[in-house]
T-cell receptor, first 116, second 111 residues
Framework: GAVVSQHPSWVICKSGTSVKIECRSL??????MFWYRQFPKQSLMLMAT?????????EQGVEKDKFLINHASLTLSTLTVTSAHPEDSSFYIC????????????FGPGTRLTVT | QKEVEQDPGPLSVPEGAIVSLNCTYS??????FMWYRQYSRKGPELLMY????GNKEDGRFTAQVDKSSKYISLFIRDSQPSDSATYLC???????????FGGGTRVLVKP
């Protein structure tokens, strides 16, 4: 299957600072990537859809000024959590859409963010 | 009511048994049905997907979709301890569209 990587896998930051998470599709070009967050023992919640070369589409209730998404190339999307607070601590996972007919999504390994 | 519902489990089975997982949904617009496996603290791994109603088999995995009853199933034959994970169903309205995840079913396969 297709491979998607994320960096970093784990990050701790102080309250008020910003953190950038990278998502890369390693063996295919992804015009569309998705960003999710997952709290312990809960399912994935879609935050936004990222399209290469255009603005991201955010889900209802997600602050676009807080969660900045950039999809500058066909293999890289970034999520920046600005002015992070402890309640932003979560597991952030990206996925990349396969350009094939079914458009299935392949997920990265996730980034665990802890804000102190 | 959530759009996609799954029994959270845990579903505990002995090694070698058949694991039967189910998922119901309410949106009749869903056309593509994905199954993902997620190990603790890892990203979901795509197991298989089906389009519309019918069956699909891939190795030890069989997926079934009954659109008339809005019911999705995943069967795992000859289960192994390494199959212990959370299984997520995730339908979509069209190819490449955003997925709507169920809450997941936790499976434990005991040696």
């Amino acid at each position: 299957g297709a491979v998607v990587s994320q960096h970093p896998s784990w990050v701790i930051c102080k309250s008020g600072t910003s953190v950038k998470i990278e998502c890369r599709s390693l063996d295919f070009q992804a015009t569309t990537m998705f960003w999710y967050r997952q709290f312990p023992k809960q399912s994935l919640m879609l935050m936004a859809t990222s399209n290469e070369g255009s603005k991201a589409t955010y889900e209802q209730g997600v602050e676009k000024d807080k969660f900045l998404i950039n999809h500058a190339s066909l293999t890289l999307s970034t999520l920046t959590v600005t002015s992070a607070h402890p309640e932003d601590s979560s597991f952030y996972i990206c996925s990349a859409r396969d350009p094939g007919l079914a458009g299935e999504q392949y997920f990265g390994p996730g980034t665990r963010l802890t804000v102190t | 009511q959530k759009e996609v519902e799954q029994d959270p489990g845990p579903l505990s089975v002995p090694e070698g048994a058949i694991v039967s997982l189910n998922c119901t949904y309410s949106n009749s617009a869903f056309q593509y049905f994905m199954w993902y496996r997620q190990y603790s603290r890892k990203g979901p791994e795509l197991l298989m997907y089906t389009y519309s109603s019918g069956n699909k088999e891939d190795g030890r995995f069989t997926a079934q979709v009954d659109k008339s009853s809005k019911y999705i199933s995943l069967f795992i034959r000859d289960s192994q301890p390494s199959d212990s994970a959370t299984y997520l169903c995730a339908p979509a309205k069209a190819a490449g569209n955003k997925l709507t995840f169920g809450g997941g079913t936790r499976v434990l396969v005991k040696p």
